[in-house]
């Protein structure tokens, strides 16, 4: 064997997207026992970051060492009892993710479908919620498989208006777009460090309302799964300190977790919000230069993770293909009913910059011109340059 060198890459897919060098670099820094105290101090750290990041005072923030779904499987496996009913909004892949595990778990999985491409419909939401009583309502705030957005503060509210618990998948919203536990009162939130954190895939960050954790505490029976139940989580998490063991804390993920949650508030939240949004016209406008088209209307389209629609005649994978082997550019591709149909072109945390922006519109409108599409390179980065410049 020898060492591993992964290959210079630029990513813009739709996660892992670029860890900021600062957060690479904390990862590399000793490793020291999870019960020492000063990795206690970091833990107290990290907890009162992620509250301050989802606006979440007064819940219980803790990473959960492992990605994004953990954070899902943790939510509906500590909130759902079998036999219990759910109501899934399901308008891409992590919606049906959703409802598998709440069917995983006994529960009994009302599923609203949406079409892949629209927006979760609250005023459907509400009707499956007042047709019979509901523990949870799940749904995804930034569904990645599409590029959308749903209206978190309308769904939490039709929640709460019937009594359910909200679990709010925030895997790709947390960073790049606000997310507020507080002012939507949500009872779940949950997000991964990948995405718009700058930090590599293998935590994913969990916030649960006093009520989730009252419902966690009166449940009847124990949850199914070991490690992420709430309850033997929080004897190592929760608390300022004098910790029993759990799990050894994946300690250098921690570090790099904490790392970039120090760059994004120095930053400012806000400003961060508005450097997705101020990236995400700029290639928009420069998408649409060159010919191009979204899958998703203007007004339900997340900043960070852009869906544009294949042009009839052009290979899909090719393209991804030569942006790859030309430019060391990652793009995604489409996922279930939209494989072949869209690239997810991804625009988060550190890779939200106009640098990125420039760079995916040279490299798309190449690999298209080769493939024979009259495409205005040109065009193309002079709207994107003109946006970014406004
Ligand atoms: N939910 C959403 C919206 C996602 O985009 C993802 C991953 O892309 C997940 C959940 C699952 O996260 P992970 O792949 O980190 O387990």
């Not at 459907?124 to 523990?135: G, H, I, Q, S, T």
């Not at 009520?211 to 966690?216: D, E, H, S, V």
């Not at 945390?349 to 519109?361: D, I, K």
Request: with cysteine.
């Amino acid at each position: 064997m020898n060492s591993f060198q992964p290959p210079r890459r630029i990513l813009m897919g739709p996660g892992p997207s670029e860890v900021s060098p600062r957060v690479l670099a904390a990862l590399a820094r000793p490793t020291i026992g999870h019960l020492d105290p000063a990795f206690q101090d970091l833990m107290e750290e990290i907890k009162a970051g992620l509250s301050r990041l989802m606006n979440a005072p007064g819940y219980a923030c803790v990473p959960l060492p492992a990605p994004g779904t953990a954070g899902m499987e943790a939510a509906i496996m500590n909130l759902l009892q079998p036999g219990e009913r759910a109501v899934i909004a399901v308008n891409g892949a992590f919606g049906g993710r959703m409802a598998d595990m709440a069917g995983r778990a006994g529960a009994v999985a009302v599923v609203v479908d949406h079409e892949w491409g629209q927006p979760v419909d609250a005023a459907r939401v509400e009707a499956a919620l007042a047709e019979a009583p509901a523990k949870v309502l799940a749904f995804v705030h930034a569904e990645t498989s599409t590029g959308v957005r749903s209206d978190a503060a309308a769904l939490c509210a039709a929640a709460r208006r019937h009594g359910a618990l909200s679990v709010v998948d925030c895997v790709t919203s947390l960073g790049g777009i606000v997310v507020d536990a507080a002012a939507w009162d949500a009872d779940v939130i949950y997000s991964g460090t990948q995405k718009c954190l700058s930090a590599p895939p293998g935590l994913s960050p969990i916030a649960l309302s006093p009520r989730a954790q009252a419902a966690i505490a009166a449940r009847t029976e124990k949850p199914r799964n070991w490690l992420l139940d709430f309850q033997l989580l929080m004897s190592y998490w929760g608390g300022d300190g004098g910790r029993t063991y759990h799990h050894t804390a994946p300690i250098n993920a921690l570090y790099g977790l904490h790392e970039g949650l120090v760059a994004l508030f120095e930053e400012g939240q806000q400003a961060a919000i508005v450097r997705h949004a101020r990236t995400h016209e700029a290639l928009a406008a420069g998408i649409e230069a060159l010919g191009l088209e979204f899958l998703v209307a203007p007004q339900h389209r997340l900043p960070q993770l852009n869906t544009v629609r294949v042009p009839r005649g052009i290979d899909e994978a090719a393209v991804r293909a030569k942006v790859l082997a030309d430019w060391d550019l990652e793009i995604g591709a489409g996922l279930g009913p939209l494989k072949g149909q869209v690239w997810r072109i991804g625009l988060m945390g550190a890779s939200a910059t106009p640098w990125h922006v420039r760079l995916c519109l040279t490299a798309l409108a190449a690999a298209l011109a080769d493939q024979g599409l009259a495409v205005d390179a040109r065009a193309g980065l002079a709207a994107a340059d003109r946006r970014l410049a406004a």
